[in-house]
């Protein structure tokens, strides 16, 4: 069965920073991967994903995440927080016709 | 326009009650989900169905019933609630492909059971 592990509850981060969420994987084949944001009191958004080709994906808000097959990473990461990039992000995996997802990480930016 | 909608938005109900929320999305996507979120924010996959034909049922108490009365709609219904089913459930739909696409999540539906 496939998982995910998200290893920080919580990530905190002055704005301005770069920032890395970190997220490791474990399935059989190949792994499609996805980052999602909650923000509070709504539902999830998607952000960016992973199938295959290069291993720096470019998603929405100036988020990217690296896929590390050799690492079994997926680790989302902005270049320059902003206060309003605070929110719960999730890793997932789809497995058997649904994601599993990881338990999440609370993204702090200070300002 | 609302992508994926769910209503109600809250929902307080006593136990033992049975209680329905519905979900409707207007992307054309042939695949809708459940999911539910408990108070530790921990997301996970209740049912799943394509084109309107159950394709996973996790282990969920037989409690819960889905109805998918057409592809754009998957209803929940829920008997004889508990004070544990007390939780946030999403609605989600994506057009499935082989799992390569995203899917779309509903504003959630906040349920406590007193």
């Known amino acids: 069965a496939q998982s995910v592990a998200q290893p920080e509850d919580q990530v905190n981060v002055a704005e301005g920073n770069p920032l890395t969420v970190k997220c490791t994987y474990s399935v059989s084949g190949n792994p499609y991967l996805f980052w999602y944001v909650q923000y509070p009191n709504r539902g999830l958004q998607f952000l960016l994903k992973?199938?295959?080709?290069?291993?720096l994906v470019k998603g929405s808000y100036g988020f990217e995440a690296e896929f590390n097959k050799s690492q079994t990473s997926f680790h989302l990461k902005k270049p320059s927080a902003l206060v309003s990039d605070s929110a719960l992000y999730f890793c997932?995996?789809?497995?058997?016709?649904?994601?599993?997802f990881g338990s999440g990480t609370r993204l702090q930016v200070q300002p | 326009d609302t992508a994926v909608s769910q209503t109600p938005k809250y929902l307080v109900t006593q136990m033992g009650n049975d209680k329905s929320i519905k979900c409707e999305q207007n992307?054309?996507?042939?695949?809708m989900y459940w999911y539910k979120q408990d108070s530790k924010k921990f997301l996970k996959i209740m049912f799943s169905?394509?084109?309107?034909?159950?394709?996973i049922n996790e282990t969920v108490p037989n409690r819960f019933s889905p109805k998918s009365p057409d592809k754009a709609h998957l209803n929940l219904h829920i008997n004889s609630l508990e004070l544990g089913d007390s939780a946030v459930y999403f609605c989600?739909?994506?057009?499935?492909?082989?799992?390569?696409?995203?899917?779309?999540f509903g504003p959630g539906t906040r349920l406590t059971v007193l």
């Open positions: 989600a739909s994506s057009q499935f492909l082989a799992g390569l696409n995203e899917q779309f």
């Open positions: 992973y199938i295959t080709g290069d291993n």
């Open positions: 169905y394509n084109n309107k034909e159950l394709i």
């Open positions: 992307l054309g996507h042939d695949t």
């Open positions: 997932a995996v789809m497995g058997r016709r649904a994601l599993t």
